[in-house]
């Protein structure tokens, strides 16, 4: 394996060809024929047992080349790099094969090189640390989270429906007083509040309680995805069978016994208060560090790959 050629083609960016030589492409070959021979079947012999001649004579001499240059070409692109004396940055690369057989294999490829920069007067470069703290009400708000992870849902019956709850009711929707397509549902579970339905359906059911049967009159809008409802005043039918509400349960040294490793309250709202401390702290450093990085890059003379900014921004 070695390089032939290396071109600079624009800023930080390179085309190197490169050869692989006879011996060792036939070796990633075969290897390629050992891999794949067990799947191929050929007219005259059980699968996985003909011959590579037959196979590469059923199926063409290049049946196998693909998987060999996927195998060969990495390390031969890394000694390349090497010889060209350059480094190369994670981005794409531009990859194509000018010839492959008998002879061997040589392919060309487009890589991104690490920059040539200078960075003058950079020292005494400054950058402000947010302030972060955690109160009483962000540990109270993680902590509502839980609950509401470990809520029951329970049956009312001594109060109409309102927000928050969850119902189960039947509609039917009609049009001109015409039931429409897909505007039929039974036993449908609806989160009042949620936003789900068409606007103006939830409020209407609110306020209504178990076993009642009434109108709701709304307009679709005018975006809907059906033409013919689109701006249309329709009439849904309704009938409420059940109303839920969701019953959290009591923060106390029991539900921290449930939710956490923790036996007491008091020691599982200090670990919350960390842990919102460290992921605060975290990302004040991160907010910093990046303004020092703007400034840099400011100073920087040279032109920087868009993969390096790419690279820092997916870290």
Same mark, same amino acid.
């Given at each position: 394996?070695?390089?032939?050629? #290396?071109?600079?083609?624009?800023? =930080?960016?390179?085309?190197?060809?490169?050869?692989?030589?006879?011996?060792? $492409?036939?070796?990633?070959?075969?290897?390629? $024929?050992?891999?794949?021979?067990?799947?191929? #079947?050929?007219?005259?012999?059980? %699968?996985?047992?003909? *011959?590579?001649?037959?196979?590469?004579?059923?199926?063409?001499?290049?049946?196998?080349?693909?998987?060999?240059?996927?195998?060969?070409?990495?390390?031969?692109?890394?000694?390349?790099?090497?010889?060209?004396?350059?480094?190369?940055?994670?981005?794409?690369?531009? $990859?194509?094969?000018?010839?492959?057989?008998?002879?061997?294999?040589?392919?060309?490829?487009?890589?991104?090189?690490? *920059? &040539?920069?200078?960075?003058?007067?950079?020292?005494?470069?400054?950058?402000?640390?947010?302030? +972060?703290?955690?109160?009483?009400?962000?540990?109270?708000?993680?902590? %509502?989270?839980?609950?509401?992870?470990?809520?029951?849902?329970?049956?009312?019956?001594?109060?109409?429906?309102?927000?928050?709850?969850?119902? +189960? @009711? &039947?509609?039917?929707? !009609?049009?001109?007083?015409?039931? !429409?397509?897909?505007? /039929?549902?039974?036993?449908?579970?609806? #989160?009042?509040?949620?936003?789900?339905? @068409?606007?103006?359906?939830?409020?209407?059911?609110?306020?209504?309680?178990?076993?009642?049967? !009434? &109108? +709701? =009159?709304?307009? $679709?809008?005018?975006?809907?995805?059906?033409?013919?409802?689109?701006?249309? *005043?329709?009439?849904?039918?309704?009938?409420?069978?059940? @109303?839920?509400? /969701?019953?959290?349960?009591? +923060? &106390?040294?029991?539900?921290? %016994?449930?939710?956490?490793?923790?036996?007491?309250?008091?020691?599982?709202?200090?670990?919350?208060?960390?842990?919102?401390?460290? #992921?605060?702290?975290?990302?004040?450093?991160?907010?910093?560090? =990046?303004?020092?990085?703007? /400034?840099?890059?400011?100073?920087?003379?040279?032109?920087?790959?868009?993969?390096?900014?790419?690279? %820092?921004? =997916?870290?």
């Amino acid at each position: 394996m070695s390089l032939k050629s #290396s071109n600079q083609v624009e800023p =930080n960016r390179y085309q190197l060809e490169v050869e692989v030589d006879a011996d060792t $492409f036939e070796k990633a070959v075969n290897q390629a $024929f050992h891999k794949q021979s067990k799947k191929i #079947s050929i007219p005259g012999f059980r %699968k996985g047992k003909a *011959p590579r001649a037959f196979i590469e004579k059923y199926y063409g001499e290049q049946v196998f080349y693909e998987d060999a240059i996927n195998a060969v070409y990495p390390a031969a692109l890394d000694q390349a790099v090497k010889e060209a004396g350059l480094e190369f940055i994670e981005d794409k690369i531009d $990859f194509d094969v000018v010839k492959a057989g008998k002879d061997g294999l040589d392919f060309k490829a487009t890589i991104t090189t690490k *920059p &040539d920069i200078s960075i003058e007067n950079y020292k005494g470069l400054e950058a402000t640390k947010k302030a +972060v703290s955690v109160t009483d009400a962000d540990v109270d708000e993680e902590i %509502k989270k839980v609950q509401d992870r470990d809520a029951r849902m329970v049956t009312v019956e001594d109060r109409p429906a309102q927000n928050g709850d969850s119902v +189960v @009711i &039947d509609f039917e929707g !009609f049009l001109n007083g015409v039931p !429409f397509e897909g505007g /039929k549902a039974e036993n449908h579970t609806l #989160s009042l509040g949620s936003g789900q339905f @068409i606007p103006g359906f939830e409020e209407q059911v609110v306020g209504h309680s178990t076993g009642e049967e !009434f &109108d +709701v =009159n709304v307009t $679709f809008p005018e975006d809907y995805h059906a033409q013919e409802l689109k701006g249309k *005043p329709v009439v849904f039918k309704v009938k409420l069978h059940e @109303i839920k509400k /969701k019953e959290l349960p009591e +923060v &106390d040294d029991d539900f921290v %016994k449930d939710v956490s490793s923790f036996d007491t309250l008091a020691e599982y709202r200090e670990d919350i208060r960390k842990k919102l401390l460290e #992921s605060r702290e975290k990302a004040a450093n991160d907010e910093m560090e =990046n303004q020092l990085i703007d /400034k840099l890059v400011d100073l920087v003379k040279g032109e920087i790959p868009e993969a390096m900014y790419q690279n %820092k921004i =997916n870290e």
